[in-house]
């Protein structure tokens, strides 16, 4: 097996018991992107020599890291994949970019992804899409399909993502991988570029549950730069890497498991259950009953705040600037309106009139309260739940990876498989995607386990038993 197949906790053995080296880790994934990246296009740009400095006294974390092209990096373009956005270089990093920094990470490059994240396909991107590695007739998933498809076709050893209604979980699923959303807080948003403040959140991508676990512990924790960031101490998260799930308590919601769910993910999920019984968890059907009302209050929620959020993009301040040939209105309103024109994308053209929509006034009350409203009784569906059990399993989505272009003209449908991973986002709740193994025609199939907030060591506990009793995490695809 090549080095850049390996998981990035077998990487650091190696280069402790100086097996391998950092320059021969870097250069076997530099290798992959030039051997595979004209098909995948998982990245957007790569960079072939920008490593973190490393913090004295802390062993370095090497590891050759993808991150998504909505999270700053100082003088390095980051555009979220949108024409409007074109040629802007952020003045600072990120503060998970700091902080991956001070570990030593080696920076691969930045990864394609849905135009500000609005998608579950990756399709929506001003770059064109990505391809599965799995299958490159089809999706990676979205929004951060890059950063999934890079770690599942070896061009990055672990990535960033981000994750507003499933973004990180939804393409680990599609492509093989682990992805975790942390609970809204545990990571600092801080030069993340907003897509909905209030449900977004940046998390791993990586090969297997200790990594997502290593992961978070280097990006964790409060940040003064943001103030939605939660005070709680981060734990050391490999503690929970025990194989052990005896005394849990785990519930599996009954309206997740109706109509539209393909039958071989329902399958998959069935066979997972099975597997965490004989390993001594207990189980119980629960119910979260206002599941039905999660798409359209999240779509609601998201794109209010993503239409106030986009409100900057305005010609003056970043990227993009076009003038019309003739005045219309006022030279200003027409630089404005002539450049929002040619920079968003239809999708961002979408989702910004339906969230200017909703909060308008005389619609305010009956879309963007009434969401609000229903989105804390999705909210107390998991808080009940949570009363008597430790977490919930659920398949991450209703079928594995579609064609590209299957629904890319039909909006609806494309949001309709967000079902099982927004209401985490709603409830701010961390979830983690594993792979629980294939369909007949080889696409990978995830599993999600969600848990109380703070509670992310019940997540790897869960998930790193399953792996370690499971053959699913192991299985590489050949490219
Ligand atoms: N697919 C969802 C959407 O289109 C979620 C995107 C995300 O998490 N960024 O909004």
Redesign the pocket.
Known sequence: MNINQLTAHEILGLIETKKASPREVHDSVLRQIQATDKEVHAYVRVHDAAVGAGEAGAPPVPIPVAIKDNICVTGVETTCCSRILKGFKPPYDATVIRKLKKSGAVFVGTTNM?EF????STENSCYGPTRNPWDRSRVPG??SGGSAAAVAGHEAIWALG??????IRQPAAFCGVVGLKPTYGRVSRYGLIA?ASSLDQIGPITKDVTDAALLLGIIAGYDDYDSTSADVPVPDYTKALVNDVKGLKIGIPKEYFVEGIDPQVKQAVAAAIDVLKKCGAAFEEVSLPHTEYAIATYYIV?TAEASSNLARYDGVRYGLRRQPKEERKSPLIDMYEETRDAGFGNEAKRRIMLGTYSLSSGYYDDYYLKGLKVRTLIKQDFDNVFRKCDAILTPTAPTTAFKIGEKADDPLSM?LS?VYTISANLSGIPAISVPCGFSQEGLPIGLQILAKPFAEETLFRIGYTYEQNTPWHKKRVSL
């Open positions: 849905d994240a609005f998608g579950s979205g929004s981000s994750d507003t209604g499933g973004s897509f998201a949001y967000d």
